[in-house]
């Protein structure tokens, strides 16, 4: 079954650069692409981009272009997202999630990361 | 940029049929999934694709979408259906969601 498993909470100081990892399993990694979601305290979901599995092509919201970075790594199964110049405004939930136009999504646990001073 | 509106809240009797609407330009020609989020959960998908059902998902869980508006119906409600859902779709190689709808079972 489709698994996708995140990394631990972070807790960072603004300006800091955190790193959230999502180990996938259960699928072929290089045929999907990841999308990485995030959801601020009592908020909806907040689409920041996507990586392709396949090739590394990727295509990040407007509003974080220059301070995300989303990777990935074949050999383990790992795609990563690196956020810069935290704020407090970037405290949330992270999320992975396999999510594809016509099929089911599947989505990773979840990573906690606050900022604050 | 595509936008997705949802109710802010929806509530039901015990029992009775719950339909959360995503409104959405066209949003018939798009491919609508249906996600549900519990407090402290990841989101789970209800319904893929406009009104298909994943396995482990009872069949009280159904989906429409048509013209400017995609639907998802909880028929016979139960207090273990309260939860957030959410709309989301592909547009312009980019994800979609919608605001968020609080269903709310009396």
């Known amino acids: 079954q489709v698994q996708l498993v995140q990394s631990g909470a972070e807790v960072k100081k603004p300006g800091a650069s955190v790193k959230v990892s999502c180990q996938a399993s259960g699928y072929t990694f290089t045929t999907y692409s990841i999308s990485w979601v995030r959801q601020a305290p009592g908020q909806g979901l907040e689409w920041m981009g996507w990586i392709s599995g396949y090739n590394g092509d990727t295509n990040y919201a407007q509003k974080l272009q220059g301070r995300v970075t989303m990777t990935t790594d074949t050999s383990t199964r790992t795609a990563y997202m690196e956020l810069r110049s935290l704020r407090s405004d970037d405290t949330a939930v992270y999320y992975c999630?396999?999510?594809?136009?016509?099929?089911?999504?599947?989505w990773g646990q979840g990573t906690l990361v606050t900022v604050s001073s | 940029s595509y936008e997705l509106a949802q109710p802010l809240s929806v509530s039901v009797a015990l029992g009775q049929t719950a339909r959360i609407t995503c409104g959405g330009n066209n949003i018939g020609t798009h491919n609508v999934h249906w996600f549900q989020q519990k407090p402290g959960q990841a989101p789970v998908v209800v319904i893929y694709r406009d009104r298909n059902r994943p396995s482990g998902i009872p069949e009280r869980f159904s989906g429409s979408n048509s013209g400017n508006t995609a639907t998802l119906t909880i028929s016979r409600a139960q207090a273990g259906d309260e939860a957030d859902y959410f709309c989301?779709?592909?547009?312009?190689?980019?994800?979609?969601f919608g605001g968020g709808t609080k269903l709310t079972v009396l």
């Open positions: 999630a396999r999510l594809n136009q016509l099929e089911i999504g599947y």
């Open positions: 989301q779709v592909w547009d312009s190689n980019t994800v979609v």
